[in-house]
């Protein structure tokens, strides 16, 4: 059964950072393409950050490139989203997601992924 466990969320003031993780387990991790998505209340779910089988090549959102930076330890099954500079705009619950077939580079171009983490809740007050 695959399990992606995402944790590090909280309340952080504007202009703090956060270190969010997702714990994968029950998949064969370093096979899976990573993404970190966000529904903030009362908007769709949107695409964050995508991430390499290898971690060698990331994507970002346009509103989130060069703030927020997506890895990944294969060793470790999880993976990882840095987020600085945080603004009230980026409160939302994020999501982890993986993938197995699909290209890094398309993660953001679609929101369908094979499995999903239940979100942790970021916060950023103003």
């Known amino acids: 059964q695959v399990q992606l466990v995402e944790s590090g969320g909280g309340l952080v003031q504007a202009g703090g950072s956060l270190r969010l993780s997702c714990a994968a387990s029950g998949l064969s991790f370093s096979r899976y393409v990573m993404g970190w998505f966000r529904q903030a209340p009362g908007k769709e779910r949107e695409f964050v950050a995508a991430i390499s089988r290898t971690g060698g090549s990331t994507y970002y959102a346009g509103s989130v490139k060069g703030r927020f930076t997506i890895s990944r330890d294969n060793a470790k099954n999880t993976v990882y989203l840095q987020m600085n500079s945080l603004k009230p705009e980026d409160t939302a619950v994020y999501y982890c997601?993986?993938?197995?077939?699909?290209?890094?580079?398309?993660?953001?171009?679609?929101?369908?992924?094979?499995?999903w983490g239940k979100g942790a809740l970021v916060t950023v007050s103003s």
């Open positions: 997601a993986a993938d197995l077939d699909i290209a890094a580079y398309n993660v953001g171009r679609q929101s369908r992924m094979d499995h």
